[in-house]
């Protein structure tokens, strides 16, 4: 079945520091969703992304499709204590059913 | 603004024990999920539900599972013989048609124990 690695699986900065996440699939993709999960919460929608090579920003956060539609990324520039959370990419099937394939996500803790 | 919602939040079952678990979508998505998130790992899909039946299932949706829409607006999942590895967060899942969007809105969850 479809694989869905995110790398890395924790990262702790400092505030105000960027962060980077990295998406890969093992196969090619035909979108990508993002999610936030906060620490005891419920997974939320971030944004999609479906054409290849497409950029969206949603203020300090910046979502990525790579050119060949095998990898995404979601950089935080400037991370706030707001941003504490596990990000989750996920391909949506395109078989009709929308289920979604979570990577493995990454937890990002900030320090203050 | 519309959210699904899950009752119960906690739930603590014996080992064997029967339980259900229940969602309420959001009123006008014909999409209906569950997953379920082992803590501190990735949410796994269990079930996808449209027109009244099961869409799809992963290899963790045995016969142990079952999922119904009894009404207009409810969503179960039902374990029929709960196992100690059943333990989890449960969370259901609805979303539009893929015409309009594909953003799946999350329930709170259920956290199940089974002891």
């Known amino acids: 079945g479809q694989q869905v690695m995110q790398i890395p699986q924790y990262q702790h900065v400092q505030e105000g520091e960027d962060f980077t996440t990295y998406c890969n699939s093992s196969t090619t993709l035909s979108n990508i969703q993002w999610y936030k999960q906060r620490p005891g919460g419920h997974p939320v929608f971030l944004i999609q992304?479906?054409?290849?090579?497409e950029v969206k920003k949603q203020k300090r956060l910046t979502f990525q499709f790579g050119e060949a539609k095998k990898n995404s990324s979601l950089h935080i520039t400037a991370t706030q204590t707001t941003d504490v959370g596990t990000y989750f990419c996920a391909p949506a099937s395109n078989f009709g059913n929308e289920k979604l394939t979570f990577g493995t996500g990454t937890r990002l803790t900030i320090i203050p | 603004e519309p959210e699904v919602t899950q009752t119960p939040s906690h739930q603590v079952t014996q080992m064997g024990q029967e339980v259900i678990l229940r969602c309420v979508p959001i009123s006008n998505h014909l999409y209906f999920y569950w997953y379920r998130q082992i803590l501190g790992q990735k949410v796994e899909f269990l079930v996808s539900f449209y027109n009244n039946e099961i869409s799809e299932k992963s290899e963790i949706f045995d016969d142990q599972f079952s999922v119904e829409r009894p009404d207009g607006s409810n969503f179960t999942l039902k374990i029929r013989s709960t196992k100690l590895e059943d333990s989890a967060m449960y969370f259901c899942a609805s979303s539009d048609p893929p015409s309009r969007s594909r953003e799946a809105f999350f329930g709170q969850g259920t956290r199940l124990t089974v002891v």
């Open positions: 992304l479906v054409k290849s090579g």
